[in-house]
T-cell receptor
Framework: DQQVKQNSPSLSVQEGRISILNCDYTNSMFDYFLWYKKYPAEGPTFLISISSIKDKNEDGRFTVFLNKSAKHLSLHIVPSQPGDSAVYFC???????????FGTGTRLQVTL | GAVVSQHPSRVICKSGTSVKIECRSLDFQATTMFWYRQFPKKSLMLMATSNEGSKATYEQGVEKDKFLINHASLTLSTLTVTSAHPEDSSFYIC?????????????FGSGTRLTVV
């Protein structure tokens, strides 16, 4: 039972354009969401998070949007850079719980 | 920022032997540590959660006698894969947090590629 889903396994975007990565969840108890970036053979690196009391959080080029009614969140990267090419995982948790549930990942390729 | 060191980065072992993977928080005390496993092109699957000084909590389907987790100090957790088989070959990743809630931030180690031959 995949409670966190990233339906696009891959995405290709031109340098300078916007990258939009999507994530859907089914567990209504989730109230804290995170995005991680991962390179092959490395551990994930934290990018940005959002709690369910917000619908948007911004940090530099990264913005996360949360639509609680649709159980959907998205990560916007603008402008996209070649160094952004990696696999992006969304993760969800209950704020008062400890464990993260990860999505299946989306491989982003930023082309020149 | 918070740093988590995981060692070794890759290991090859023979079937039937045991392998120990270490996860250390270098600049903070980790109340909670997590062990994940990632299959090729798959998500990170949580194996177990460990709190310092207490027994690990294993996720459903994870054999606790096969994957031994010890969190003996606030800076060190170990995962021992006992009597390894080829199907245990995978990428294992630890993460550590100074608190028990995600808002404290989770820092991941660099992972260990285990190959059982």
């Amino acid at each position: 039972d995949q409670q966190v889903k990233q339906n696009s396994p891959s995405l290709s975007v031109q340098e300078g354009r916007i990258s939009i990565l999507n994530c859907d969840y089914t567990n209504s108890m989730f109230d804290y969401f995170l995005w991680y970036k991962k390179y092959p053979a490395e551990g994930p690196t934290f990018l940005i998070s959002i709690s369910s009391i917000k619908d948007k959080n911004e940090d530099g080029r990264f913005t996360v949007f949360l639509n609680k009614s649709a159980k959907h969140l998205s990560l916007h990267i603008v402008p996209s850079q070649p160094g952004d090419s990696a696999v992006y995982f969304c993760a969800a948790s209950e704020l008062t719980a400890s464990k993260l549930t990860f999505g299946t990942g989306t491989r982003l390729q930023v082309t020149l | 920022g918070a740093v988590v060191s995981q060692h070794p980065s890759r290991v090859i072992c023979k079937s039937g032997t045991s392998v120990k993977i270490e996860c250390r928080s270098l600049d903070f005390q980790a109340t909670t540590m997590f062990w994940y496993r990632q299959f090729p092109k798959k998500s990170l699957m949580l194996m177990a959660t460990s709190n310092e000084g207490s027994k690990a909590t294993y996720e459903q389907g994870v054999e606790k006698d096969k994957f031994l987790i010890n969190h003996a100090s606030l800076t060190l957790s170990t995962l021992t894969v006992t009597s390894a088989h080829p199907e245990d070959s995978s990428f294992y990743i630890c993460s550590a947090s100074p608190g028990s809630e995600p808002s404290y931030g989770y820092t991941f180690g660099s992972g260990t590629r285990l190959t059982v031959v």
